[in-house]
């Protein structure tokens, strides 16, 4: 299992079939993914970096994606633990970690500035690195 960060699902749910690069690990993310990913989405349609037609399909993708939603009840507790043991003031990138923490796996990311900032954790990595 794999959690995905919003990164990630955005760059997968660009192209058809883009999850396929994640291999045939099972999917997971907290709720939050995606918010965070259609608000990415949105951005770059508001300052037309892509169509509206390839964003209406790219969030298409993501509403449809092969990502399971999980949000275990001490996830909130665990995200709030993560972010004091990491020095992080908010919450949201700890919420990727405490899941991957709570289902025993890794996170993807590519956010450089998340990915150093819970490297000594040794469990987020990079698309790249699967």
């Excluded at 999917?27 to 939050?32: D, I, K, S």
């Excluded at 990502?67 to 700890?94: H, I, M, N």
Aim: aromatic share 6%; net charge negative.
């Amino acid at each position: 299992m794999l959690v995905v960060d919003a990164t990630v699902a955005l760059r997968a749910s660009a192209v058809a079939n883009g999850f396929d690069e994640l291999g045939a690990e099972e999917l997971a993310a907290p709720p939050l993914m995606w918010s965070e990913a259609r608000s990415a989405l949105h951005e770059l349609a508001w300052r037309n970096e892509v169509t509206s037609d390839d964003a209406a399909a790219t969030r298409d993708r993501l509403e449809t994606c092969p990502v399971a939603r999980r949000a275990p009840a001490r996830l909130g507790e665990q995200s709030w633990r993560v972010a004091d043991e990491l020095g992080w003031a908010k919450t949201y990138d700890a919420e990727y970690v405490a899941l991957a923490r709570l289902l025993r796996c890794r996170v993807v990311t590519l956010d450089a500035r998340f990915r150093r900032g819970a490297e000594r954790l040794g469990i987020v990595v990079a698309p790249h690195e699967l």
